[in-house]
Nanobody, 124 residues
């Protein structure tokens, strides 16, 4: 069983950058594909980015492609989300999630474990 803890959220002006990190417990981190999702007030949780077990494959939502970068360090059991050129519409609670099947899933139902989330607020 994986336990996930996000960090790195905060308040930033539009055009700025933030780096989110997700720390995973357990010795099976390499068995999971990892994803980032976000949920804005009054909206459904949506896919942001995913990375394969080895880190060799990545997939992004169109809304963040070219601005966000997902990466992982299997030696440290962490997955990061570098967010650049932030926009007010990026404001949301960001969640990391683990997918035991190893697929780069975009649906919430494909993920087995979730963190508690970290708030990102982008001011205009």
């Amino acid at each position: 069983q994986a336990q996930l803890v996000e960090s790195g959220g905060g308040l930033v002006q539009a055009g700025g950058s933030l780096r989110l990190s997700c720390a995973a417990s357990g010795r099976t981190f390499m068995r999971y594909a990892m994803g980032w999702f976000r949920q804005a007030p009054g909206k459904e949780r949506e896919f942001v980015a995913a990375i394969s077990r080895s880190g060799g494959r990545r997939y992004y939502a169109d809304s963040v492609k070219g601005r966000f970068t997902i990466s992982r360090d299997n030696a440290k059991n962490t997955v990061d989300l570098q967010m650049n050129s932030l926009k007010p519409e990026d404001t949301a609670v960001y969640y990391c999630a683990a997918d035991f099947t190893g697929d780069l899933g975009v649906r919430l139902s494909e993920y087995d474990y979730w963190g508690q989330g970290t708030q990102v607020t982008v001011s205009s």
